[in-house]
């Protein structure tokens, strides 16, 4: 449901602290919402909602590079977490064995990454990452966060101030592993 702009832009003071948008608290202080006995802070939904819409703006806003995303988030998570078997990267990505196995046989073969056995079980290999692979990755990081600075810079003194705010948490969302819904 698309809401006015008048709406949008309206603000209110909110129950537990902090303006924000009519309809949402804003900036909520944790503390208020603890001691008020709000399991989740009104405005949850709207934020994911909104994180949704960013990730694929992004997708949009920023160069695609030469490898794909299932790719890349395998090169970073060998990169940030060290050597992993290909069963952990098919569980990680959520991608089939034989896709994996092929992703890997690409980035091999281009250098940036590389088999090595585990040192666990001679009869399996690990996947690590080669210094060229770290440096590709800096690289492509480098040019996205300088492509999405660009277009933050664009936003407003608040807006960017907002972002800003939230960037430990953003950090702290995405440090966090993934789980199944189910589980």
Known sequence: MQRSTATRHSEVQSPVGGRGPAGSTGSVDPAAADSAGLAEPAGLAEAA???ERVTSWLRRAIRPAEWNAVAL????????????RISYLVGHERITQPGMTGIVDRLAAA??????PDPADGRAALVAITPAGHDYLLSIRAQRAEALAAH?????PRQRCALTEAASALQALAAR?????EG
């Open 177 to 181: 592993p993934i789980k199944d819904r």
């Open 49 to 51: 909602e909104a994180l």
């Open 111 to 116: 250098g940036l990454v590389r088999r090595q």
């Open 152 to 156: 933050i810079r664009q936003l407003g």
């Open 73 to 84: 988030s395998t090169l970073d998570a060998v990169d940030r977490t060290g050597p992993h």
